[in-house]
């Protein structure tokens, strides 16, 4: 079995890494920043090996109430949500438009194992819907906007649906992972706990070395 991970920025890779430790069944590679970048590093990793799995991880921002800074998020949807139209009625989806699906499902027994395996390691964990966006929000009224656009969002970030989707045009099962530094809403870079989160993320890489 071979897995390839994927991440944002090269802190998220070394902290995969260490939680990994040099398990060769990995390959740990940074994607770049949104969810362009994402696809076309994940579609060219896909080019040139075979892959059993492909993981999104990274931090991320948790929706109050659903995911508090220093657990983990196990996505059970990658949703983009703002891929769509504005309107005066407000927004409207890829979906509503007819244009195609903003939304990738993950294997429900893949979420299972790695969830389970989570909590016995005593790590705080949930799994919901995480939001791909091309813009983080920085505002209590953004982050009501999101959550009602997407029923249970629990997690923001800005790559999953461009590794997703080039999992999925590839055939490969894919599952996100975010450890939360920060609430989604109000900017403040003061309350932000990056490396706790780095830290709940190398705890998450090295359940993965156990689960899969």
């Known amino acids: 079995m071979r897995f390839l991970v994927m991440t944002a920025v090269s802190v998220e890779q070394d902290a995969v890494l260490r939680g990994l430790n040099n398990d060769k069944r990995f390959d740990v590679l940074v994607a770049g920043v949104g969810s362009a970048a994402a696809a076309a590093s994940t579609a060219k990793a896909l080019a040139i090996a075979d892959y059993d799995l492909v993981v999104s991880a990274g931090i991320g921002g948790g929706f109050p109430g ?13 949703v983009a949500a703002d891929l769509g139209a504005e309107t005066p009625e407000g927004f409207i989806s890829l979906d509503e438009l007819g244009f195609g699906s903003t939304r990738i499902g ?6 299972s194992r ?10 705080p964990v949930i799994t919901g819907p995480v939001l791909t966006v091309s813009t983080v929000s920085g505002t209590t009224e953004t982050a009501i906007e999101l959550s009602q656009r997407v029923q249970g969002a629990a997690a923001e970030a800005m790559e999953g649906y461009g590794v997703a989707i080039a999992a999925n045009n590839q055939g490969v099962p894919v599952l996100e992972i975010r450890a939360i530094s920060n609430l989604v809403g109000p900017r403040e870079p003061t309350a932000w706990r990056i ?16 689960v899969l």
């Open 66 to 78: 659903k995911a508090e800074v220093g657990s983990l998020v196990i996505a059970n949807e990658i």
């Open 106 to 111: 993950v294997d429900s027994n893949l979420i």
């Open 114 to 123: 790695v969830a389970k395996a989570v909590l016995e390691a005593k790590l």
């Open 195 to 210: 490396k706790e989160a780095l830290k709940v993320l190398e705890r998450a890489s090295s359940i993965l070395v156990e």
